[in-house]
């Protein structure tokens, strides 16, 4: 088995229903599993740069978006991180 297909078994393993649940992105609308999935492909850097093109316009509302009130980067590169691990 190849090292690229080791990793994405071992991303497979690591994911729980709690951990794809949801939105991850409020204010853009990406979920937790459209992230894994980009993840998975190695992709991620294409949902992260959407995100912060459209930071810069339209522009975001995280305090009013996000339940927790904060800006959505935070939690996406610590779920980028956690499944990478």
Known sequence: MSCCNDKKSQLAEAGTSKD???????????????????ILNSEEEKIINDIKS???????????????????MTDIVGFINHFKK
């Open 20 to 38: 794809l649940g949801g939105l991850i992105c409020y204010c853009f609308h990406h979920s937790r599993k459209e992230l894994y999935e980009a």
């Open 54 to 72: 459209k930071m810069k316009d339209p522009g975001c509302f995280c305090e009013s978006s996000n339940p927790s009130g904060k800006c959505c």
